[in-house]
């Protein structure tokens, strides 16, 4: 897969905001950044109220994720480019979304909300009217999505991808420094993972690296094994994937799976492996 | 917010939950070159080693927080009038920063 097919320019979006089948989608955790101005024609959508269960601890399944997207206008064949706060974390966990339930044509917008504002792009407070489609989506490629039991059997067999900020996988930290540290799981690491903070695979501007970039990063630097399959994990699940993008849609590795359940999970398990320190540990 | 990763609304109030004689609180102001507030700037927590930490956004009141621990930090502003970069050694408590950006 060519990285144009996946990942498109701020000057790209600019050119294209009127071209007919293709829909704008801000996914944002924080709606009042829609709600203060947005990409002319870009629907909204809200990680959490959209994008989760109301009840169990898991996301939308088939039928809510095809009642959603035909609520928001969105057609099985449009070609959906997302963009959203956070360095493209939320657009990155929706590009997932849109991949598990077998979206064909999807792409992230580079640099996501952060470049365009930063380019001081035009943005608009007008909310587009869409008429509702009937989108049908695929069922859950589980090729994409590891479960606990996986990232426990993944020690020391699979590349085991950490990427949250490395006081938080040395257990120094629970929770991303910009929240208080009110979280009561245990705090450390899944054993042998290689610890790779997501921002190492951005720009200061939010723009994904080079192609050249992230494989020496993951590879040369963090030793990524690229003859084994690869599970990335967080704390919730969304910056891990920004990194699956940059691993399986930028670089091109088939066997790449997010562990959404991720440290919140993890570190609440009764009796399962955690390493403590900087180091990946052992089986 | 607490089984969230995004920023909390940065000009919102210290939440009363949070314990300043435990937390270590990095917070302060970005500034442009006409001394003016900037709502929107895109501030970079990076740990003692350049490791990118957390980051927010910035809101009316041109501020910043983050809920960190004591030692070195490097505060990076990123905004449409310029960038600016300060360090700080922070202790346990408030500690206090201006960021001026510029071109």
């Not at chain 1, 990427?163 to 009110?182: F, I, K, M, N, T």
């Not at chain 1, 990335?232 to 088939?254: D, K, M, N, P, V």
């Not at chain 1, 959404?260 to 900087?278: K, M, N, Q, R």
């Not at chain 2, 490097?74 to 950006?101: I, K, P, Q």
Request: hydrophobic share 35%.
């Amino acid at each position: 897969m060519a990285r144009e097919d996946v990942l498109v320019t701020a000057d790209w979006a600019e050119a294209n905001l009127d071209t007919p089948g293709v829909v704008f989608v801000e996914v944002d955790e924080d709606t009042a950044a829609y709600d203060s101005g947005h990409i002319k024609g870009a629907v909204k959508i809200d990680w959490k109220d959209d994008l989760q269960d109301p009840v169990r601890r898991d996301f939308v399944n088939q039928e809510q994720f095809s009642q959603l997207l035909s609520e928001r206008g969105i057609a099985n064949d449009d070609t959906v480019v997302l963009y959203g706060g956070n360095n493209n974390w939320f657009a990155a966990y929706a590009y997932w979304y849109f991949k598990l339930y077998g979206h064909q044509d999807v792409k992230l917008l580079d640099g996501g909300r952060k470049k365009w504002e930063l380019d001081a792009r035009d943005v608009v407070t007008e909310v587009p009217q869409r008429p509702a489609t009937n989108y049908v989506a695929g069922p859950l490629d589980w090729s994409l999505r590891a479960k606990r039991d996986e990232a426990e059997a993944a020690i020391g067999v699979k590349n085991l991808i950490d990427v949250r900020s490395p006081d938080e996988y040395a257990g120094r930290l629970l929770a991303p420094a910009h929240l208080p540290q009110e979280q009561s799981q245990r705090g450390g690491h899944i054993p042998t993972a290689l610890s790779v903070p997501w921002s190492k695979a951005a720009n200061e501007d939010g723009t994904f690296k080079s192609d050249a970039e992230l494989r020496e990063i993951y590879v040369d630097e963090a030793g990524l094994d690229e003859s084994k399959a690869t599970i990335a994990y967080c704390r919730i699940g969304e910056r891990s994937s920004h990194t699956w993008f940059a691993l399986r849609e930028l670089l091109g590795y088939e066997d790449v799976k997010n562990y959404d359940g991720s440290w919140t999970e993890y570190g609440s398990l009764v009796g399962v492996p955690i390493a403590l320190g900087d180091e990946p540990g052992t089986k | 917010m607490s089984d969230s990763c995004a920023a909390p609304d940065q000009d919102a109030a210290l939440p009363a939950s949070v314990d300043l004689e435990k937390e270590t609180v990095l917070t302060g102001t970005v500034v442009n070159g006409e001394g003016e507030l900037v709502q929107g700037a895109y501030v970079r927590l990076l740990d003692g080693t350049g490791e990118f930490t957390a980051e927010v956004v910035t809101g009316e009141g041109g501020q910043f927080r983050f809920f960190a621990a004591p030692g070195k930090w490097t505060l990076r502003a990123l905004s449409r009038y310029g960038d600016a970069t300060g360090e700080v050694e922070a202790a346990r408590g408030l500690n206090e920063t201006s960021l001026a950006v510029s071109r």
